[in-house]
Structure formats: C-alpha cells, structure tokens
C-alpha cells in the first residue's frame, strides 16, 4: 500500500435542526463579528433567515454579503473582501451551496494574505497563512466544499476556472442541516446529487486515490444512489435528503484527499467559457466518462458496482453494470441533455483544449488528449 496523508481539520456538526447550533460554534471558536457570504437565491429562499434568527437571538452582530455569482468570480471574492474589511469583520459564515462556500474560503485567503487580487493565490502552495475563522452552512447536497481544501473561482480576465487550494482553506466548522435541503427544487436536487456522485466516482478513480478516501466514496456511492430518486420526486423526504447530504460530505472528503478526473475537467472548460452551472455540467457527463475509462479501471468500476448493491461474476460484468446504472439514474432523474444547454459546437475545440490543461486531467484513469476530449464531447451532443 501507497504512503499517504490525511487530514481533515474541519469540525463536522450533523443532524436535523443543527442550523440552531450556528451562535454557539461561532462563539466557541472566538468569532464576535461574522460577515454572511451568500447568494440572492438563498436569500430569497429563507435560509439566510433562519442562519440571522440564531444570531439575533444570541445578541451576534453581523455583515451580509450575497453578491456571490453561480461559478463565483474572482471580482466576487474581491468585492466579498473588501465589504469584510469595511465591516470590521473577524470571521465568515458561509451559506449556500458551492458557489458561497468557495466564495467565502477564497474571501478568507485575501483577508490573511492582506491582499486585493485572488489570482496570485491560484495552486496549491501560495496561500501560506492560515484564514481566518469560517463557519460552513451546507444548502444543498452536492459540492462537498463545506469540508474541502478547494476553492474554485473564476478567472475573469483569462475565462477559465482556477483553484486555489491549501489546508489552510478548509472550514473551521461545517454545520450540515440536512432539513435546509428541504425546499431545494427537484431540478436542482438532481443536478447536484449527481455532482455529488461525481465526486465520489472520481475521487475514487482518480489516479491519486488514496484508502480513508476510498472508503468515504465507496460509502457515498451507496447512500446517493439509494437516495437520490427519493430526494428528487419526494423533496420533503428528511430520510433520503439526510442521506444524500452525508453522501455529498463524504464525496467531498473522498475528493478532497484525492482528486477529480476528467467529468471535472469538461465541467470546468464549459463553465469557464458559458458560465453554465457546475454540477448539471459534471452530472450530464459522468455516464459518458466513465464509460471512456472503462478499460483502464474495471476492478474499480466493479467495487462501485458492488457499493451500489449489485452482484457480478466478473470485474468485466461488474464494470459494465457501474457505468449502465449510472447512466440509468441519470435518466431516471430527467437531467438535460447536453444539446440543450445551447453549447456551441464550433467551441468544442477550444473546450476540448481547456480540459485537456486543467490540472485534474493528469488524474483520469485513462489518459485524455484534447481529441479524446473532443471525441466525448460530440458524442454526448449527439445524445437525445
């Protein structure tokens, strides 16, 4: 067995109705004065609401910021920062999904580093000092970035998405409610649990996998494809909307200590070039990725086979059986097709290009050039 690391320094509090516990771990960590980093969607959704209800309660003075963009942009975290350091804020508390909590460890960084520009912090080595407190509050169950590394933003002026990513990013705490889930559109349901599953296939994949990480995933694949189906027709089902939020942080762990793969990659290149939403990109091209990889990793493909509750005779059938049911669940969930995201086909070169530099591609199972990328990329515009 391979040397590794493993280092999870997020605290993780869990369960329905956790939300209430906001005041108390904001004030047990030291934090007096946080600045709210989050969308208009959770906004006007109510859950910024219930988050500002604890902290009014426990005489806790606040700063909201909620001009965090789908696929966050450097200019938002730049923004983000700025209001922080006029509010004379100490810590961070990020609501939402993704886009907030990225937003939100990438504020942080700027505030550490006594900085204005996020790119200079793009890799894994630049952010060197640690950020300052921050709080995770988890909406949906999808990204896993409440206990992730990662920060991913965008990069404004070059079109492409960057990560900036250091244990010294990570949240403090996470706060996973599963009943803030509720309310989240079967659409959306559907998108970003199959982004969740995403991150456990690939995390568990990836070249770079590493065995507490494997573990994490192996576990996740079960809990969301179990659940998923249950969480999209059945929004208000606390049981499968429990289990598919401990399945996406368990994605997130399984990633986060060893990498996505070339789903990643393609998702990347078409939400840097059409800003077109993360986990519908990655969930409409897993089935078809993993089919590419087949090959060169059935052995996993099996194990992924057996975590999902199937039998096989051989680690062949046991592949075969991974890729055709998740490309069911994908079906079964009513995701769109790639066509209808109105991608441009003369741009598949160019975005065949940008998965090929990301710094995941190196991860993939199966070595991807840009005309492995292309060939995937019309193929799955070709599906109806």
């Known amino acids: 067995m391979k040397a590794f690391d493993f280092s999870l320094p997020t ?34 959704a109510g859950i910024v609401d219930k988050v500002t209800a604890v902290l009014d309660k426990a005489g806790i003075s606040y700063r909201i910021f909620d001009r965090v963009e789908a696929n966050p942009k450097d200019v938002n975290a730049e923004e983000g920062a700025r209001v922080a350091r006029e509010a004379g804020t100490d810590c961070l508390l990020a609501v939402g999904g993704g886009s907030p909590i990225d937003c939100a460890k990438a504020i942080g960084v700027l505030l550490a580093h006594d900085a204005e520009k996020i790119k200079p912090y793009e890799g894994k080595t630049a952010a060197t000092l640690p950020n300052p407190l921050l709080i995770t509050v988890p909406t949906t169950a999808g990204t896993g970035s409440e206990l992730t590394f990662s920060s991913v933003i965008t990069d404004t002026e070059n079109h492409y998405k960057m990560t900036v990513k250091s244990p010294y990013t990570a949240a403090n705490v996470a706060i996973c409610d599963p009943d ?22 690939e995390g568990f994949t990836a070249n770079v996998s590493e065995p507490i990480g494997d573990a994490a995933a192996l576990y996740a694949i079960e809990l969301i494809y179990h659940n998923l189906v249950r969480a999209v027709e059945r929004g208000d089902d ?54 590419y990889n ?68 190196a991860s993939n199972p199966r070595p991807m050039t840009e005309e492995d990328y292309l060939e995937v990329l019309n193929h799955v515009y070709a599906v109806r």
């Not at 989240?184 to 991150?199: E, F, I, K, W």
């Not at 990643?264 to 077109?276: F, M, Q, R």
Request: net charge negative; proline share 4%.
């Open 238 to 291: 606390r049981e499968a909307r429990s289990a598919m939020l401990m399945g996406s942080m368990l994605g997130g762990i399984s990633f986060s200590h060893s990498d996505v793969a070339g789903v990643h990659c393609i998702a990347e290149a078409l939400g840097s070039l059409y800003d077109l939403p993360h986990g519908t990109c990655n969930a409409i091209f897993l089935p078809y990725v993993m089919e």
């Open 11 to 44: 605290k993780i509090v869990y369960g329905n109705g956790t939300v209430a516990r906001v005041a108390e771990e904001l004030k047990a960590a030291g934090g007096e004065k946080p600045l709210i980093v989050t969308d208009p969607g959770i906004c006007q």
């Open 294 to 361: 087949m090959d060169y990793c059935r052995e996993r493909y099996a194990r992924i086979a057996s975590a999902m509750g199937y039998h096989w005779n051989t680690v062949e059938e046991g592949a075969k059986i991974a890729v055709d049911k998740v490309k069911e669940l994908t079906l079964a969930v009513k995701l769109p097709t790639f066509a209808s995201l109105n991608v441009d086909p003369k741009d598949f070169a160019k975005l065949a290009k940008m998965a090929c530099q990301n710094g995941s591609n």
């Open 180 to 201: 803030l889930t509720l309310t989240v559109p079967s659409a959306v349901t559907a998108a970003t649990g199959v982004d969740a599953l995403t991150h456990a296939i």
